[in-house]
């Protein structure tokens, strides 16, 4: 099956959430700065306090920066917002958008996420753009009608070469560090259905399509040969470097044999 990303490097990016400090971080850092290159991206998304620290210990290293949010403008009276053109100033190549815990606790809409991608993309930043839907829509069998609606939003703001470069995410919200994860079926079925959405939009455009949702060292072993699957976004196994780096040899050894 086609890779649905153009042959680009598969995507392994950790959402460090809320957590950390100075001393963690440095230890999580250097393990990542010096783990030898295994065929993937890899990217850490830090706090914004310690992006900084992130940038200077990552400098010269192959692993990406990238936050966990930005705000929907591009400066001015937002009290505690940080914005997407400081994020691209410290070092930022990538931003997440969307996450479903912004959207559910944090207010953040699907007006507001196309905000957020848009200047994304204006400054020079890689949206990862997350989707999903909860357990309840789910059951529903409401899931395809609320991730295209959350598509729509933003796709309808952007032009092809834009949405070409987008990172989209798959993650349910049931999924989401609460180690019940999406079988290989249902990702498929998924990341198939957001690919058709994107086509609507545009049809030449072949976005990175990820899986999030309590992805592990485990669960990255029937992932990573999945076609459809160009990398995960990975919570609580970021925070530990073996398991993020265990995560990202199973993509590698993946990549290196199903898709040549
Ligand atoms: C996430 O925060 O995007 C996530 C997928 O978390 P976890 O891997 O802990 O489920």
């Known amino acids: 099956m086609a890779n649905h990303a153009n042959n680009r490097p598969r995507l392994i990016v950790g959402n460090w959430k809320m957590n950390g400090s100075l001393a963690a971080n440095a230890a999580l ?8 290159a295994a065929g993937c991206a890899r990217v850490v ?4 306090p310690y992006l900084a620290q992130a940038a200077t210990l990552l400098a010269g290293s192959e692993v990406a920066l990238g936050a966990q949010n930005c705000g929907h403008a591009a400066a001015g009276a937002y009290t505690g917002e940080v914005a997407a053109p400081m994020l691209a100033e410290l070092g930022c190549r ?9 959207r559910a606790m944090f ?3 699907d007006a507001r996420v196309a905000a957020k991608t848009a200047l994304a993309f204006e400054h020079g930043l890689t949206p990862i753009l997350c989707v ?12 395809t009608a609320v991730i295209d609606g959350q598509l729509d939003a933003v796709l309808g703001t952007l032009d092809a070469g834009r949405i070409d470069r987008l990172v989209i995410a798959y993650e349910p919200i049931w999924a989401i560090g609460t180690g019940r994860s999406a079988s290989a079926e249902q990702v498929d079925a998924a990341l198939e259905r957001i690919a058709a959405a994107v086509a609507r939009h545009a049809a030449s455009a072949r976005p990175q ?19 459809r699957v160009d990398g995960v976004l990975v ?6 470097a073996e398991a993020f780096l265990a995560i990202e040899q199973a993509f590698a050894a993946a990549g290196q044999t199903a898709r040549g």
Not at 133 to 143: D, K, M, P, S, V
Request: glycine fraction near 14%; proline fraction near 7%; include cysteine.
């Open 235 to 240: 919570g609580g196994a970021s925070l530990q």
């Open 29 to 36: 850092l250097d393990a990542l700065a010096q783990a030898p």
């Open 132 to 143: 999903g839907e909860t357990l309840a829509q789910y059951e529903a069998g409401q899931a």
């Open 209 to 227: 399509l990820l899986y999030g949702g309590s992805v592990t060292a485990a669960t990255a072993q029937w992932l990573a040969p999945l076609a």
């Open 107 to 109: 207010g953040d809409d």
């Open 94 to 102: 990538y931003v997440i958008v969307g996450h479903s815990e912004r």
């Open 45 to 48: 998304c830090p706090p914004f």
